[in-house]
């Protein structure tokens, strides 16, 4: 564990280049090779005739900078799941963010019959946003209040709800299965830098907002009756919270589809290096979080080739034993 403030400096240096060598290697690496000359000379000079210059432009380069900002909006959003709901095996599809946004994609697909990217994604975040408030409404409800038992209750039971109405809409259509399939399964291979630019003021608000309420985790975590003797708004931090995680885990969702286990491993991740403090975790997770997503992406460009996995079975390969791990050594509660 990296224990001053110096060690944890150097240490987030050494994330920010580790990430900017998997972005060299995403743009560089698939089932046509690019040197390192080709991708600088794409920034430095590009040339429009150049089959590999094209190839960098036209794909590569949105699947690298939509795994980078994915990655970090889907460990945000997990690390502030768990610290709202004190429980270190919550994820966002806890609050019912896929299982809204993939209802609502069914109910595009079937009831309005559209068929564009662009569509699709704004109707998954406004099913993510509408999922989420729902969570914490009813979790609201009642003498105590917001509490973490409530959220996961109201999320779980809302998230069977979806499913549920999920399966019977596709059981209606079911020619709208395969469409559905590859939003569930998650990916980033043939998404345009346009749906990422459409929510991306949303995403950048949120996670700037992230980084400046660390000191106020900090004193939540030691619970809400300590938290208010300090003078914390728990009230209003966890409204905050909430917010923040519908924004980062729906425009998540929205662009990619539904990948899961980033938002669970990475806040483990993340502690182990930096300890508990929430001003070191949010920027290490955002940071780890870029890394896991932009290996996952690279990895499934190689795993059935010609042809490319699903980039969610790629991270549910490495988050799957990860969870394992943590549900047998019981994790304490944070």
């Known amino acids: 564990m990296l224990q001053t403030s110096f060690s944890r400096a150097v240490g987030l240096i050494g994330l920010v280049i ?3 060598f998997l972005i060299y290697c995403s743009l560089a690496m698939g089932q046509i090779s690019i040197s390192f000359r080709a991708v600088w000379q794409v920034i430095t000079n590009y040339d429009a005739s150049n089959t590999e210059h094209i190839v960098i432009a036209t794909s590569r380069f949105s699947r690298a900078i939509i795994a980078l900002v994915v990655g970090m909006t889907f460990a945000v959003a997990g690390i502030l799941v768990q610290a709202l709901t004190r429980n270190p095996l919550a994820a966002p599809d806890l609050i019912g963010v896929n299982s809204g946004a993939i209802f609502f994609i069914v109910l595009a697909i079937t009831w309005l019959n559209l068929q564009s990217l662009s569509h699709y994604m704004w109707f998954a975040f406004l099913g993510a946003a509408i999922s989420g408030l729902a969570v914490f409404f009813l979790s609201s409800i009642g003498r105590d209040g917001l509490t973490p038992i409530k959220i996961i209750i109201a999320g779980t039971a809302l998230s069977a ?8 809409l596709l059981v209606i259509d079911e020619q709208s299965i395969q469409t559905v399939l590859f939003w569930i399964a998650g990916s980033i291979a043939g998404r345009d830098i346009s749906l990422l630019l459409s929510v991306l003021p949303i995403l950048l608000g949120a996670l700037l907002v992230s980084m400046f309420i660390g000191k106020s985790m900090n004193i939540f975590s030691s619970g809400d009756d300590v938290a208010k003797s300090l003078g914390l708004n728990v009230g209003l931090l966890k409204i905050v919270m909430g917010i923040l995680i519908i924004a980062l885990a729906g425009g998540s969702v929205a662009i990619v589809g539904s990948i899961g286990f980033v938002g669970l491993i990475v806040p483990h991740i993340a502690k182990r290096l930096v300890g508990t403090d929430y001003r070191w975790i949010l920027p290490y ?5 870029s890394l896991l997503l932009l290996a996952a992406d690279i990895t499934a460009r190689f795993i059935i ?3 490319e996995a699903p980039i969610g079975v790629m991270t549910a390969i490495i988050g799957g034993p990860f969870f394992i791990y943590l549900a047998k050594k019981g994790v304490s509660k944070q």
Do not use: E
């Open 18 to 20: 580790a990430v900017l």
């Open 161 to 168: 709800l979806f499913i549920s109405f999920t399966q019977g």
């Open 285 to 289: 997770g955002a940071l780890i979080g």
């Open 305 to 307: 080739i010609p042809q």
